[in-house]
């Protein structure tokens, strides 16, 4: 098969994309911990991508995406990539390099969302030992099941077309996990920590809307119908989520608030994620306004329930993966676009097949409990040989200080 430039010239601009969403993300997280932990808290987003880079050189890539072995797990055939470097990706225009560092960005990603859970209060140490574990034990796995030729997700029906359930429900419910093991910060919730600068995470926003542009239609991985659809879904779903915040916070707290438009912007782009490829454009806005009426509850429940998810790791991409995840089942239309004459995606329950909206369900869940189990068993080990949790007197006097030996501000 021929390699097409200009599909491939689109993919390795959304693969920079992509990699432009971590910054964003440092921004966004950054600016609603305190000013003693702002450094601590970038260092997170930025961190985790060259331990996953180093990952997806020498395995992760071959056991996510290599040939399968039951539908469980690829293989160990392309260590190093040396192999892949003439090869287009099978069924596709674009060379297996670029959907290498594609998909390279999106596990590099994927880890550090979780890191809102348990922002000033993780050792960097055990962070770092945390984010090699899960990217090797619980996002390569389900990212095989899903997206892998022969997954055995995939083989079910399972439509996730740029990581709802691979990306969002596992980082999301992992970072549940995460909030319950390590425990709430000092002083919680009877002190709860303003944001140091919203201007901050307004902007991270703002990097994030844009970059998620390259997270969905790049997963096209062509430039064309595809493409523009998933391009369109995402800012109608990223509008929906901030409608819908907006509405139902002020009418919660009578004023609407410049965090809960960053976080329902999130919402909806998070929602939208495993539907944009396949739902109309009048839908992705509805699943976006159930997204940000969805997470905002999501976030709420953290105050009812104790737990303590320091910047709504969970309220947001957890909550926000499972609405998209299962209204993907509902609102999902089989297409076939021009110059193709094979149908893409599949019918949903709005479409008169209620069996796609049955895998949906199982997908998630099946995201979600796997996380779930082994985030905390790697959590446990981590604890047990490094520690999870820095001292009360690091955590009083900062993390940028005790872990870094730096400050965010000077004077």
């Given at each position: 098969?021929r390699?097409?430039?200009?599909d491939?010239a689109?993919?390795l601009?959304?693969a920079a994309?992509?990699?432009?969403?971590?910054p964003?993300?440092?921004l966004?997280y950054?600016?609603?911990?305190r000013r003693?932990n702002?450094?601590?808290t970038l260092?997170?987003?930025?961190?985790?991508?060259p331990v996953?880079?180093?990952?997806?050189?020498?395995f992760?890539y071959?056991?996510a995406?290599?040939?399968?072995?039951g539908g469980?797990?690829g293989g160990?055939?392309s260590?190093?990539?040396?192999a892949l470097?003439?090869?287009?990706r099978?069924?596709t225009?674009?060379p297996e390099?670029?959907?290498?560092a594609?998909q390279m960005?999106f596990?590099?990603i994927a880890?550090?969302l979780?890191?809102?859970?348990?922002?000033?209060?993780?050792?960097?140490t055990?962070y770092?030992?945390?984010v090699?574990?899960w990217a090797?034990?619980?996002?390569?796995?389900?990212a095989?099941?899903?997206?892998a030729?022969g997954?055995w997700?995939?083989?079910m029906g399972?439509?996730?077309?740029a990581g709802?359930a691979?990306i969002?429900?596992?980082?999301?419910v992992?970072?549940l996990?995460?909030?319950?093991?390590?425990?709430?910060?000092?002083?919680?919730?009877?002190?709860r920590?303003?944001?140091?600068?919203l201007?901050?995470?307004?902007?991270?926003a703002?990097i994030l809307?844009f970059?998620w542009f390259?997270?969905n239609?790049?997963?096209?991985?062509?430039?064309g119908?595809l493409?523009?659809?998933?391009?369109?879904?995402t800012?109608?779903?990223a509008?929906g989520?901030v409608i819908?915040?907006?509405?139902?916070?002020?009418?919660?707290?009578?004023?609407p608030t410049?965090?809960g438009?960053a976080?329902g912007l999130?919402?909806?782009?998070?929602?939208?994620?495993?539907?944009a490829?396949?739902?109309s454009p009048?839908?992705?806005?509805l699943i976006?306004?159930?997204?940000?009426v969805?997470?905002?509850v999501?976030?709420?429940?953290k105050?009812?329930y104790?737990y303590?998810d320091?910047l709504?790791?969970?309220?947001?991409?957890?909550?926000?993966?499972?609405i998209?995840?299962i209204?993907t089942g509902v609102?999902?239309?089989?297409r076939t676009?021009?110059?193709?004459?094979?149908?893409?995606g599949?019918?949903?329950l709005?479409?008169?097949n209620?069996?796609?909206?049955?895998v949906q369900?199982?997908?998630?869940?099946?995201?979600?409990v796997?996380?779930?189990?082994?985030?905390?068993?790697?959590?446990k080990?981590?604890?047990?040989l490094?520690?999870l949790?820095v001292?009360?007197?690091?955590?009083?006097e900062?993390?940028?200080?005790t872990q870094?030996g730096?400050?965010?501000?000077a004077?």
């Amino acid at each position: 098969m021929r390699t097409d430039t200009g599909d491939t010239a689109w993919l390795l601009v959304s693969a920079a994309l992509v990699l432009f969403m971590s910054p964003g993300l440092a921004l966004f997280y950054a600016g609603m911990v305190r000013r003693k932990n702002v450094l601590s808290t970038l260092m997170h987003s930025f961190s985790s991508i060259p331990v996953v880079l180093v990952i997806w050189l020498l395995f992760g890539y071959g056991l996510a995406f290599g040939p399968t072995h039951g539908g469980y797990i690829g293989g160990l055939g392309s260590v190093g990539l040396e192999a892949l470097a003439t090869q287009n990706r099978a069924g596709t225009n674009v060379p297996e390099l670029a959907f290498v560092a594609f998909q390279m960005m999106f596990a590099g990603i994927a880890p550090a969302l979780i890191s809102g859970a348990f922002a000033e209060r993780m050792k960097f140490t055990a962070y770092l030992a945390f984010v090699a574990l899960w990217a090797t034990f619980v996002y390569v796995p389900m990212a095989h099941w899903v997206w892998a030729d022969g997954g055995w997700l995939a083989k079910m029906g399972a439509l996730d077309f740029a990581g709802g359930a691979v990306i969002h429900v596992t980082a999301g419910v992992s970072a549940l996990v995460c909030a319950k093991v390590l425990g709430v910060r000092l002083k919680y919730p009877h002190e709860r920590p303003l944001p140091h600068d919203l201007t901050m995470t307004m902007t991270g926003a703002g990097i994030l809307w844009f970059g998620w542009f390259g997270f969905n239609a790049g997963s096209a991985l062509s430039s064309g119908h595809l493409s523009a659809l998933a391009f369109v879904a995402t800012h109608l779903g990223a509008a929906g989520g901030v409608i819908g915040w907006t509405i139902v916070e002020w009418r919660h707290r009578g004023k609407p608030t410049a965090l809960g438009v960053a976080s329902g912007l999130v919402a909806g782009l998070v929602a939208i994620t495993p539907a944009a490829g396949f739902v109309s454009p009048w839908a992705a806005l509805l699943i976006g306004l159930v997204a940000g009426v969805g997470c905002y509850v999501g976030v709420l429940a953290k105050y009812k329930y104790g737990y303590d998810d320091s910047l709504d790791a969970f309220g947001v991409h957890g909550v926000g993966g499972v609405i998209g995840a299962i209204l993907t089942g509902v609102f999902a239309r089989e297409r076939t676009f021009p110059g193709s004459d094979k149908p893409f995606g599949a019918n949903g329950l709005l479409y008169g097949n209620p069996k796609l909206l049955g895998v949906q369900l199982l997908t998630t869940a099946v995201a979600a409990v796997f996380s779930g189990v082994l985030t905390w068993a790697i959590l446990k080990l981590v604890d047990r040989l490094i520690g999870l949790r820095v001292p009360k007197s690091d955590e009083r006097e900062g993390l940028d200080t005790t872990q870094h030996g730096e400050t965010g501000y000077a004077g």
